[in-house]
């Protein structure tokens, strides 16, 4: 049955495609909305290309991960020199993390070791696909497990804004039945309206109902993200917005403030393939969790008690290798780190099931072994943060089992 929603995405928008058109509105019908107030949201990150879990979350207690990274290791916690930051005694923080670490010690930040996929894949495609449909192996799984969430509790308060990415693209997390908005760069909505009555004077002529109808939902939501001002946006608490992924997150903190009921956000950061030159305590991978960490850090500042109502989960499609190989580097691995942030985390801890280092510990020789599904994870999540019915139709295929929680949220 052709529905408004369905006609204005692949009809009418389709009339409209000029670069001037920003690109969340190819990604689904924008209907105006009134601003519903507070509500819970689910931040999703992505780390795109195999993050080195074991350079963002040392291991200094495990001899094995010095013996296996004479140059890129990251030395253990000293007062005499730059060093890991301790957490617990065994585990350290990456220096370049530091902003981080006030977080850790507010018990607001948790970190999941040694997580990750059951799937042996080591191609970044399909293994980055299996996470977003939270279905390893499952190639015939076309929906992402965000999207069945918001498919599986539909709700009257629900706004067009109730399932966002913050890019061009939708990803694979968030495709599926229910309707869901990829942003690009949010001043696209004010280009827009400057060319507002070129469209109209279009649509005016168009004698068919049902699309002169949708163009004018359209253009009430252009007016509604437009009134944002997003290029005029001072974020709260002093706040500092590093560039590139921090763009990203300070719109999203601007979609959040401004209570369009945003309850499902996604957001990827890439570059975290680092098969050569990763450095140790400078270099390639360091520079990248700077500017990772400052972008979070200025997005938990900037929502300020906000944060109560929001969770940030990470994950990346898998870990590296134990050693590093022969151009100071790291090759595709297996078990990685996740971090679980907001008020209602109960973080300060490394949640982790330690399968050790040694080499008849590792994983085909190779990597750190996996002992916690990020299944688990996710589930436990959304079962904390947004107390999901029918929590089971998110996974398919995977048997939810609170005994695995690992006691990530409060309440």
Do not use: C
Not at 28 to 50: C, D, E, H, M
Not at 124 to 136: G, I, K
Not at 375 to 398: K, M, N, Q, T, Y
């Amino acid at each position: 049955m052709l529905t408004r929603r369905i006609f204005l995405k692949d009809g009418a928008l389709a009339v409209m495609g000029l670069s001037m058109v920003p690109g969340f509105v190819y990604r689904s019908a924008l209907a105006a909305q009134p601003r519903i107030g507070k509500n819970k949201t689910l931040v999703t990150i992505f780390q795109r290309g195999g993050v080195d879990g074991l350079n963002m979350v040392i291991p200094f207690g495990e001899q094995s991960y010095y013996d296996f990274r004479p140059t890129i290791a990251v030395p253990a916690p000293s007062r005499d020199r730059p060093s890991a930051i301790d957490l617990d005694g065994f585990f350290g923080l990456h220096p370049s993390l530091r902003p981080l670490h006030d977080l850790y010690q507010k018990e607001e930040l948790a970190i999941i070791h040694a997580a990750g996929s059951p799937h042996e894949t080591r191609s970044h495609f399909e293994a980055q696909d299996y996470m977003e449909s939270a279905a390893p192996g499952s190639k015939n799984v076309g929906d992402g497990w965000l999207n069945r969430y918001l498919h599986e509790n539909q709700h009257p308060e629900a706004t067009s804004f109730r399932g966002v990415a913050l890019g061009a693209v939708l990803p694979k997390s968030l495709e599926g039945r229910a309707p869901a908005l990829a942003l690009g760069d949010l001043t696209g909505s004010q280009k827009v309206q400057g060319s507002r009555s070129l469209f109209e004077s279009i649509y005016s002529r168009e004698t068919n109902s049902l699309l002169s109808g949708t163009s004018r939902e359209m253009f009430n939501a252009i007016d509604q993200l437009a009134e944002l001002n997003p290029a005029g946006y001072e974020p709260a608490n002093g706040a500092r917005y590093p560039n590139g992924f921090g763009g990203a997150l300070r719109q999203l903190a601007q979609l959040i403030k401004a209570d369009l009921g945003v309850e499902i956000a996604f957001v990827d950061i890439g570059g975290w393939d680092t098969h050569s030159n990763q450095g140790s305590l400078d270099g390639r991978l360091p520079a990248l969790l700077q500017n990772y960490a400052n972008a979070l850090t200025a997005f938990y500042t900037d929502l300020g008690d906000r944060m109560g109502d929001v969770v940030i989960l990470t994950m990346s499609e898998f870990g590296r290798t134990a050693r590093e190989n022969g151009s100071g580097g790291t090759d595709h691995g297996k078990a990685n780190v996740m971090f679980v942030m907001g008020g209602g985390v109960k973080g300060g801890v490394v949640y982790r099931d330690w399968p050790g280092l040694a080499p008849e510990q590792l994983n085909e020789n190779r990597d750190l072994a996996l002992t916690t599904d990020f299944r688990d994870v996710f589930s436990e999540v959304l079962a904390g943060h947004l107390h999901p019915e029918h929590l089971e139709a998110i996974f398919p295929g995977f048997e939810i089992d609170p005994q695995r929680y690992l006691g990530l949220m409060r309440g």
